[in-house]
Every structure is written in structure tokens, then in C-alpha cells.
């Protein structure tokens, strides 16, 4: 009889020291995980400042077709398709194309991002990343990383490296500038 009453007393202190285990052992709820975008799923937010300081969100496009490019000033693929990116934008904004330019400003340098905004003539939305927030909110892994967003708001491609073609970005967007 005493045996069997040590035995229900041991299970009863195992299960308190499990359950005790699973509560301070739980991560913290500032550090839930997220799931990487992907394509088919809502674009996370995006509230970035441009050189001017003016805050630009992604939100305020809905309605529009939007290419967001994670790039930095000192990427040569990222350089080498900006000038792809303004002559789409330029071509495309009347029908509903915006390109949001989101700078790892992190890892780059705001001088040199006014110098290569001001030497290409990029007139879209350039957006600082400052501590790389929406960089790591897209898990983007590599400069440049293209995300193309329908009119909905949902990710619709994501294009990894570069430079990227002219025809590759037409193939990506031309299809969802024809749905109004």
C-alpha cells in the first residue's frame, strides 16, 4: 500500500514538473514566428521613410499593381536593373504600376542611395530600411529579391537575383495590369 501511494505521489510531482517545464520553457511572445510571405498570401505591411523622411506605406496602393525590390547601392545586379525598373514605371504608372525600391539601409549607406538615386534618375518611392525590419518581415535572403503584388494586395511572383529583364518584369506585371 505505501508503495502504491509513493508511485501516484511520483506521477503526480512528474506531471507538475512537466507542466511547469512547457510554461517557462515557452518562447517569449515577442518573438513569435512568422511565416515567410509566399506567393498566394497577403504582402506584409510596409511603413518606411524615403531621403526626404516622408513615409511612404504600402497599404496607400492598393488598388495598384506594385513591384517592391529589396536592394542596396553597392549590389551590382541591384544597380544594373534599377534603370529596368524607372523605364517600366515610367511606361506602366497611367495603367496602375507603382515600384516601391525598399534600400537595405542597414547594410548600405543613405549618401550613397541619394547618389544613385540622383545619377539614375529613379523617380518611384525609394524606401530606407534602417534596421531591416521589412527585410526580414519578407525574409528576403538575398539583394536583389523582387516581389510583385496584384491590385489585391496578394503576392503573385517572387523573383530571386538579377538584373532582371525588361521581358521578365512585362511577363510578371502585364497580366495583372489588364485586371481592373
Known sequence: MLTSIRREWLMIAL??????????????????????????????????????GELVSLESFKGQVVIVNFWASWCAPCRAEMPT??????????????????????????????????????????????????GHRYSVRMLPTTFIIDRQGVIRQVLFGGPLSEASLRN????????E
Open 172 to 179: 510578371a506585371v502585364e497580366p495583372l495590369l489588364d485586371e
Open 15 to 52: 506531471i507538475i514538473t512537466g507542466v511547469g517545464w512547457i510554461v517557462i520553457s515557452r518562447p517569449p511572445d515577442n518573438h513569435a514566428v512568422t511565416v515567410s510571405p509566399r506567393v498566394g498570401f497577403i504582402a506584409p505591411a510596409i511603413v518606411l521613410p524615403q531621403l526626404d
Open 85 to 134: 525598373l524607372e523605364r517600366l514605371y515610367q511606361i506602366e504608372q497611367t495603367r496602375g504600376l507603382t515600384v516601391l525600391a525598399v534600400n537595405s539601409t542597414l547594410q548600405d549607406d543613405q549618401a550613397n542611395v541619394a547618389r544613385m538615386q540622383r545619377d539614375l534618375g529613379l523617380s518611384f518611392p525609394i524606401l530606407l530600411d534602417y534596421e531591416g525590419t521589412v
